[in-house]
């Protein structure tokens, strides 16, 4: 058994997402010594039959990897149930696991990045997630890697000390918050993170990823990021299930190998006011906010056109 963490891949309906994800990943230096695990979801509704078959027939002929093994899903599960079956699955055996999403570009040392960490951190109680993918913040006076409160869902990996504190229970996570702990969670209210789970129990969404952040923010945890963003979300175009047609978390991936990891077990001061400041002006003036607003909405009719 290889002793790296095994990868898991989530897709759906995307083609060229999915391809483009596939093409990445398996130029990282430590593909042909790592498992992958494709997790194929089935069709929500027969209008996405065509394509999901196109993705099932792309990752079919997927090469460069330790072993491969694709489970196929005969019904819809939806992303969240996916993730967090696949993950759960994959945990209990090898106690560790690396995640992929259908539309995130990796740089060829994302796989050694996440390999390395999982080694360093394995018995670090306080460390419960690493994250590849970093916001275009202010990088000067960062260290190369630094440890954060808040979790990245784009290219991640954990522990199965770590995972078994997720609490998918909306009510659960939500009575262990007061006005102070609401306050930190979302980044002195500068990030819609406090949002996202109100939402979620509403059932204006069904993110997982919302409910691991609480998981471990609840649990006093702390994430592993790098300064300079190893992945490139691609999805980002109005096809994505949560994402909508912007720009704003666009970066450039960086191509070196990450040498670097933190000895002190604490949130990086430095890094966390350079991501406040990023989320207090991501969206830019005025001015700027009305103009994506009428170009998202006439890209989403454009995208209704050419998909209807």
Not at 139 to 148: Q, R
Not at 165 to 184: S, T
Request: glycine fraction near 6%; aromatic fraction near 14%; include cysteine.
């Amino acid at each position: 058994m290889s002793n790296l963490a095994p990868i898991a891949l989530f897709v759906y309906n995307r083609p060229e997402h999915t391809r483009r994800t596939l093409q990445a990943l398996k130029q990282n230096t430590r593909a042909p010594e790592s498992i992958l695990f494709i997790f194929s979801d089935g069709p929500k509704t027969a209008a996405d039959t065509a394509s999901v078959n196109e993705v099932r027939s792309i990752i079919k002929t997927t090469s460069g990897f330790k072993s491969l093994e694709i489970i196929e899903r005969k019904t819809n599960d939806g992303l969240a149930n996916s993730i967090i079956g696949g993950v759960s699955t994959l945990i209990v055996k090898y106690g560790k696991v690396i995640v992929f999403e259908d539309d995130l570009i990796s740089s060829p040392h994302t796989l050694h990045y996440f390999n390395d960490a999982l080694v360093r951190y394995e018995t670090e109680e306080k460390v419960m997630h690493i994250g590849a993918y970093m916001y275009p913040i202010l990088t000067e006076h960062i260290p190369e890697t630094f440890f954060y409160r808040a979790a990245s869902s784009w290219g991640w990996a954990t522990w199965a000390r770590a995972w078994s504190h997720f609490e998918p229970n909306i009510d659960q996570l939500i009575q262990q918050f007061d006005y102070q702990k609401i306050h930190e969670f979302s980044i002195e209210g500068k990030m819609n993170f406090w949002k996202q789970i109100q939402e979620f129990k509403r059932g204006k969404n069904n993110s997982w990823a919302i409910r691991w952040y609480a998981s471990i923010f609840l649990n006093e945890g702390l994430t592993l990021n790098p300064a300079c963003s190893l992945i490139q979300n691609i999805g980002h175009d109005g096809t994505g299930i949560h994402s909508g047609i912007n720009t704003m978390y666009d970066v450039s991936i960086n191509p070196k190998k990450i040498t670097f990891f933190p000895d002190q077990i604490q949130e990086n001061k430095v890094a966390y006011q350079a991501l406040k400041y990023f989320f207090e002006n991501r969206k830019g003036t005025l001015w700027k906010r009305i103009i994506r607003f009428l170009r998202n909405k006439a890209n989403s009719k454009k995208l209704y056109f050419w998909t209807s």
